[in-house]
């Protein structure tokens, strides 16, 4: 099921690079000088954390 970063909600698992990442928690900006809002993700997977930024249309595949 694909998803808007938008949205996803902690505790979601997405797949990103062939891994199934669980989502630790999720940040929304406001419209800026880009035009579009931003999405800020942490996320974690066996013990590592990532967090990446994107924009809040951008479809995620929520597994």
Not at 19 to 32: F, P
Not at 33 to 56: D, H, N, T, V
Request: charged share 35%.
């Amino acid at each position: 099921m694909r998803k808007k970063a938008s949205e996803l909600q902690k505790g979601e698992q997405i797949k990103i690079l062939d891994k199934v990442w669980t989502i630790e928690g999720i940040e929304t900006s406001d419209i800026g000088k880009q035009g579009s809002k931003k999405c800020r993700i942490e996320l974690s997977y066996s013990g590592e954390k990532m967090a990446i930024i994107r924009p809040a249309e951008y479809p995620f595949e929520v597994i």
